[in-house]
């Protein structure tokens, strides 16, 4: 068993591919701004007009433990590629697997409806390369003084930013996967992995309940989900930069907090994160808890990952707070 050091992981663009420079001020088509914005309204109002349909329908058909299962089983499996797969392994390449195991981690990320994998990391990467500075596509800051500013601050972070077109020049941000034809093709089939994220939920519940439980599995495991899973994921980008600890100094404002760390199964404890982005694990602390991090272990425990990533008790001391080294995490 081995812990490997952090420090020496790529995490800006130029390290991870063909260099990218500092992305200058967009200056969009009206078409494409049109595009985005009516796919991040789609996004955002469909999701909660599910949500609606399956409050109402609850008060005639009653919510049932299929239902609860669906919803709970596909938050889990879904967002777990998110923080699993989409953050720690593909972006930041905090820990190695088999590619079977890729292929499944970028496929249920996929199915949170947030984006192809290869999106997702670009912009990613773009965040913590200007994290809270110029160029962030999802600071809070600066958005003006008092209230006000601090609404338009959350409002841009949490999800106005979304409404923009992605970035040109983002590819650059993800050459050496884009190099990688296996997790390309995961990429490029998002809308294959998007559909399964609401049929698979609708098919259970037809196998348990008919054309009722489908309607009923399509709402709770697939429209409800990808909603709190949304809204979770949106909450580490404003939530996180706004309200919480800042036990290390990550040169930016992001935040530890911990309701954030349990919706979003462990990417809450941002803080920890920005100061040591190659980390797998988030949840330095042992009461922090790290769901993410835990289904990392128990891979390792298995044979199914390896090469671990972890801060060392210099590099934790580096960024301002001293604790006891953190456990050994790869063979």
Not at 166 to 183: E, H, S
Not at 220 to 228: F, N, P, S
Not at 299 to 322: I, Y
């Amino acid at each position: 068993m081995q812990t490997l050091s952090t420090s020496n992981l790529p995490t800006r663009p130029e390290e991870t591919g063909k260099a990218a420079a500092a992305l200058p001020a967009p200056q969009y088509s009206l078409r494409r701004r049109v595009i985005a914005w009516a796919g991040t309204f789609i996004g955002v109002t469909v999701p909660l007009a599910g949500l609606i349909v399956a409050i109402v329908l609850t008060w005639g058909w009653g919510f049932t433990w299929v239902d609860f299962g669906l919803l709970v089983g596909m938050y889990l499996l879904t967002m777990s590629g998110v923080t699993i797969g989409f953050h720690r392994l593909f972006t930041h390449r905090s820990f190695q697997t088999f590619k079977p195991i890729q292929v499944v981690l970028g496929a249920l990320g996929s199915m949170s409806f947030q984006g192809p994998l290869l999106d997702w990391v670009g912009r990613h990467r773009l965040h913590h390369q200007h994290s809270d500075h110029e160029g962030d596509p999802h600071s809070p800051y600066p958005h003006g003084p008092g209230l006000w500013g601090l609404f338009r601050g959350f409002w841009h972070s949490h999800i106005g930013w979304a409404f923009a077109p992605m970035p040109d020049g983002l590819d650059r941000y993800a050459g050496d996967l884009r190099r990688d034809k296996l997790i390309l093709w995961v990429s490029n089939l998002f809308p294959l992995w998007a559909f399964l994220g609401v049929f698979i939920p609708a098919a259970i519940g037809y196998a348990f309940g008919g054309w009722t439980g489908a309607l009923t599995g399509f709402l709770w495991g697939g429209l409800v989900r990808i909603l709190l899973g949304h809204h979770a994921t949106w909450c580490v980008n404003s939530v996180c930069h706004l309200w919480g600890k800042k036990p290390y100094n990550a040169n930016d404002e992001s935040r530890n907090n911990l309701f954030v760390g349990i919706i979003a199964l462990g990417e809450g404890w941002h803080n920890n994160h920005h100061a040591f982005p190659s980390s797998a694990r988030h949840g330095l602390r042992w009461w922090q808890i790290d769901w993410s991090y835990i289904v990392i272990r128990l891979m390792v425990l298995c044979g199914l990952a390896w090469k671990v990533r972890l801060p060392t008790p210099h590099e934790l001391n580096m960024r301002g707070e001293t604790q006891a080294p953190l456990e050994p995490a790869a063979g």
